[in-house]
């Protein structure tokens, strides 16, 4: 699609898009009601989503926006509204909590036109182009995108459903995010909470060091100024952001976080709730650990993990498979050289969805894509620093590298920060929900 006829078809969405908030809709959108979706634009064809997450919720909005009512998108999602991970680390301190962080697919259907099916997909027919879901239906598609996050890898001592329990990894936010709220409520002064960081690629970079600040925080500003925020981390260092969070635990919270790198965990045992790892034996009162990623079942179990056994290797100037035509793989899910982020997954989505609106219609991809990621970390419970990046195409390498210069991270933290990431989330996520 090129910039005339994207602006073509943001002209006719705006007009749409008034009309469609004036009635207020909440039913099934009839194609007369979509707003901003234009009508047949000569582009047909069907497209089924797995997953509604950061990258699903967007892929499914923009095929819609950009392809119009003959592409007929269809998102599968297991879960009734999306948790979102972003700021779920603000559920630990109490300045969110996990309802607040919840997103409804209602939108999708009423001003795109996206057809919604609550279900867990299985298995992808790849000869046959159709996905099965749990429930025993099959969903034909002529193209399908598969955006369904990360799964995680079980560490030793956690293989029982009762060990997780007692540690929780709040990867992936929901329950477990709660809870690990009400296990720091529980911390005495002067006892441990000990979190474990897994070797790259996982997702969001900074989180895990955003969590140690914000748990410092809280624990600080609480009556337990004595308590000990422990961070074994897989890595060599600091993954993100390492001025901020160097300044943090060397300074800020200096005697309160003790960070470790390059350490690796051979067990956990829950019930004595001790760590065996390479710097010997370390228990705590609450133990976070966030186990190595791989990208979500539906991919490892449809050969599409071609990446390490782990990731989909995919072609960034369509987000198709490697390992099969047809199929696009976006997000965290994904093996590229960008960051796995909810905003990078945003990104990947609208290349992905402008490249198969241009597939369908008998065109080439853009053969130069350009994305950008921004990143917020709290610090505090009222400061923050930031990341941005963007990366290009580069044709040698087939890939997308950091346009040089561009990769910024915030001089220091601030209250401004603080105020602009939440700025920056509303919008990141009414692009993708609304
Ligand atoms: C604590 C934390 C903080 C973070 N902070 C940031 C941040 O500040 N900025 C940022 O950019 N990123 C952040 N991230 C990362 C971000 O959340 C992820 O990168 C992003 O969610 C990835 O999007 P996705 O679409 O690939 O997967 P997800 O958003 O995880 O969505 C996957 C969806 O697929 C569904 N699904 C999976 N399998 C199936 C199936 N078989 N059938 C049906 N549905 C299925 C799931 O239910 C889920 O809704 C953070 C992550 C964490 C854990």
């Given at each position: 699609m090129n910039r005339r006829d994207f602006f073509r078809l943001a002209s006719m969405a705006g007009v749409g898009a008034s009309m469609a908030s004036l009635s207020g809709l909440a039913?099934?959108?009839?194609?007369?009601?979509?707003?901003?979706?234009?009508?047949?634009?000569?582009?047909?064809?069907?497209?089924?989503?797995?997953?509604?997450?950061?990258?699903?919720?967007?892929?499914?909005?923009?095929?819609?926006?950009?392809?119009?009512?003959?592409?007929?998108?269809t998102l599968v999602e297991r879960e009734t509204a999306y948790s979102s991970n972003i700021l779920s680390n603000l559920v630990l301190?109490?300045?969110?909590t996990m309802t607040s962080l919840q997103f409804g697919y209602s939108n999708l259907a009423t001003r795109y036109g996206v057809k919604l099916v609550k279900g867990d997909v299985v298995g992808i027919d790849q000869a046959g182009h159709s996905v099965a879901l749990a429930d025993g239906s099959r969903l034909p598609y002529d193209r399908l995108v598969v955006a369904?996050?990360?799964d995680f890898d079980i560490i030793p001592g956690l293989e029982t459903a009762a060990a997780q329990a007692k540690v929780p990894h709040a990867w992936k936010a929901g329950p477990q995010t709660t809870q690990l709220r009400n296990m720091?409520?529980?911390?005495?002064?002067?006892?441990?909470?000990?979190?474990?960081?897994?070797?790259?690629?996982?997702?969001?970079?900074?989180?895990?060091?955003?969590?140690?600040?914000?748990?410092?925080?809280?624990?600080?500003?609480?009556?337990?100024?004595?308590?000990?925020?422990?961070?074994?981390?897989?890595?060599?260092?600091?993954?993100?952001?390492?001025?901020?969070?160097g300044n943090a635990f060397n300074v800020l919270y200096k005697g309160m976080v003790e960070y470790y790198p390059g350490v690796s965990i051979n067990s956990i045992d829950a019930s004595t709730m001790s760590l065996n790892t390479s710097l010997g034996n370390i228990s705590g009162k609450v133990i976070n650990a966030i186990p190595a990623h791989r990208a979500g079942k539906v991919i490892v179990d449809n050969a599409l993990a071609n990446v390490g056994g782990r990731w989909a290797g995919v072609d960034v100037l369509t987000?198709?498979?490697?390992?099969?035509?047809?199929?696009?793989?976006?997000?965290?899910?994904?093996?590229?050289?960008?960051?796995?982020?909810?905003?990078?997954?945003?990104?990947?989505?609208?290349?992905?969805?402008?490249?198969?609106?241009?597939?369908?219609?008998?065109?080439?991809?853009?053969?130069?894509?350009?994305?950008?990621?921004?990143?917020?970390?709290?610090?505090?419970?009222?400061?923050?620093?930031?990341?941005?990046?963007v990366f290009g195409y580069d044709q040698a390498t087939g890939t997308m590298l950091p346009v040089p210069g561009a990769t910024v991270e915030a001089p220091s933290r601030s209250t401004d920060n603080y105020k602009e990431m939440f700025k920056w989330f509303n919008t990141l996520m009414e692009d993708s929900f609304a």
């Open positions: 039913r099934a959108a009839t194609p007369a009601q979509l707003g901003t979706v234009p009508t047949n634009i000569g582009i047909n064809g069907r497209v089924v989503v797995i997953g509604g997450g950061m990258g699903g919720a967007t892929v499914a909005k923009y095929l819609r926006l950009w392809g119009g009512t003959g592409v007929s998108v301190n109490g300045q969110r369904p996050g990360v720091l409520l529980t911390m005495k002064d002067s006892e441990r909470f000990v979190m474990t960081i897994p070797a790259k690629p996982y997702r969001c970079p900074p989180g895990p060091y955003e969590r140690a600040c914000v748990v410092a925080d809280w624990l600080k500003k609480n009556g337990r100024p004595n308590a000990k925020v422990i961070v074994l981390d897989a890595n060599p260092s600091i993954t993100a952001e390492p001025l901020a969070f987000y198709q498979s490697t390992a099969a035509p047809g199929i696009h793989v976006i997000g965290d899910a994904s093996a590229t050289t960008q960051p796995k982020a909810g905003h990078i997954a945003n990104q990947e989505a609208k290349i992905c969805a402008d490249a198969i609106v241009r597939l369908l219609s008998g065109r080439s991809p853009d053969p130069s894509p350009l994305t950008n990621s921004a990143c917020y970390s709290p610090i505090t419970s009222d400061t923050a620093s930031w990341l941005s990046a």
